[in-house]
């Protein structure tokens, strides 16, 4: 069962022949959640084999064009489709304007719904939960409203061990009440402990989004301890003063943040155009979080 | 000095991995116009190695989202890219409304102008002139307005004969008069005719673009003897019910079209994503019309 993060585009506002404007696929174990959908979004998923009737739920992090000029044609492309199942939106409440005006004016025979989940940009919220996972926005800092995203497994109940279940002659109802936390009183009337029967479940694993945004170290509180992080690397630390005059990262600030959250693993992405050669991004966050990889199109990254 | 056309898209209205939404380039001696804009067409002109910025005229042909999602992408870089140049855009009256709305809600910092020239969807009509060619937009039969475009270089002054200059020593006031299309009267005060002093330029070139439309016999009359003529295939013949039944053409009946308006060359394209192999549409065609190519994304087509 995969639970991982495919990069669909890594560039920043002006895309280059090889990175494509902004947008992500997160697999929770066969549940596709789409992360940004930037211009040309839906022939990535198509080149990289995601099925788009798949996705049911698009989060978009703020409204600047590299981050949600793919929906036009996602949607267009859903109506063609026949699509009937409801699409989910979350984004900043500017969004409904726009949505409204595309399905009066430009986009025909819809019969689905859109439903826009208007993202709050003050706190912290959760905005999706299901029987796996919670996914939780928080505020990031840029130029307009902008949120991160924190998509975290839910914790799992503990395992019984294989051996026990033999050697206690365990029925099913008494199999059920140890996986809801309960002692075992055996037949010689012992009382065993929980503990006893049960191994923990794999730590819930977690990954958090961040784009686009310049550093500010009450980031990273949003996710502590977080499995795999992407933040966004804009600029090199050479050109910090430009990242802090547009309200985006370096890839020092992008590694900074990382090891303040005590992330696993970092990805970087989000790269200005300037940059053809990204070593030297890469270079600069590893320089201070070692276990940093280069978000590319294409790239799929495991969530362990 | 080149006169050819690039493709940058060659799907319909779905695209796949291999095949972005319809969009080309023609370059006319250096000049450069983009033919309709799909979604991604920023990034296939970035791929393809055409400079943004030498693009001043945009024709798009109808507003289905497959010929025109990439303006916003594409005017959203031209205002991050600082452009200060007029931009004109030639398409249906009803894209003000659209232009308006992302001019106003949705694309920030727009320094350039952008000049909407509403075409005429009912007769032929000079769009578009400047000293080496002109433009027409023809109508189409598709199930919303939707025009065709004819590409014409201007037909050029007959050339002096080199030896003709030392031969007769003409001075540079002979020179331009021969030009205009006088006789000389030689200095033993023989006329010489005109035709004996210069020899007749290359024809003029034309290409026309047919996309997307049903078939219909009165569009071979817009553009007779075209050298080349770019004409949508959707379908194959085998499928023509669904061509008619959505307004579009089947490879047989692009072919036809060629033959009708005695054309030199066909290109292909906007193939419907149900055909993975296209063999079978160049096949098709060539039946009819044997000097036919398969447009395909990337590919540049001389016309001559």
Redesign the interface.
């Known amino acids: 069962m995969a639970f991982n993060v495919t990069i669909l585009g890594c560039s920043s ?5 090889k990175r ?2 902004t947008a992500q696929v997160l697999n929770v174990f066969e549940r596709f959640f789409l992360i940004d959908c930037g ?2 979004t ?2 990535q998923l ?2 990289f084999k995601f099925k788009l009737s798949r996705i049911n739920h698009i989060f978009i992090s703020h ?1 600047h ?2 981050h949600y ?2 929906l ?2 996602l949607l ?2 859903y109506a ?2 026949g699509r009937k199942n409801d699409i989910h939106i979350y984004a900043d409440a ?1 969004i409904e ?2 949505i409204n ?1 595309v399905l009066k ?3 025909d025979n819809v019969d689905f719904k859109v439903i826009v989940h208007e993202l709050n940009n003050k706190s912290p919220e959760i905005i999706y939960e299901d029987s796996h996972i919670t996914i939780k926005s928080f505020p990031l800092k840029h130029r307009i409203n902008t949120c991160g995203f924190l998509f975290a497994e839910k914790p799992k109940t503990r395992n019984i061990k294989k051996e026990i279940i033999s050697e206690y002659k365990l029925s099913i109802k008494d199999i059920i009440s140890i996986k809801d936390g309960n002692d075992y009183i055996s037949e010689l009337n012992e009382i065993i402990p929980n503990s006893h029967l049960t191994i923990a479940a794999p730590a819930p694993l977690s990954y958090a989004y961040c784009s686009d945004t310049m550093f500010k170290e009450e980031n990273a509180s949003y996710f502590p301890n977080v499995n795999l992080l992407f933040h966004e690397s804009t600029f090199l630390d050479i050109h910090a003063d430009r990242a802090n005059d547009t309200y985006h990262s370096t890839a020092k600030q992008a590694a900074q943040t990382a090891k303040i959250a005590n992330a696993n693993k970092l990805i970087l992405g989000h790269y200005s155009a300037r940059y053809k050669d990204l070593t030297p991004i890469l270079e600069e966050a590893q320089e201070i979080f070692q276990n940093t990889v280069l978000g590319l199109d294409g790239l799929t990254v495991e969530i362990e």
Chains 1, 2 share one sequence.
């Open positions: 506002a002006l895309p280059t022949s494509n404007p211009e040309g839906q022939i198509r080149k409204l064009g590299d000029f793919g036009f044609g267009s492309s063609l489709m500017q304007e726009i005006f004016n430009i986009i």
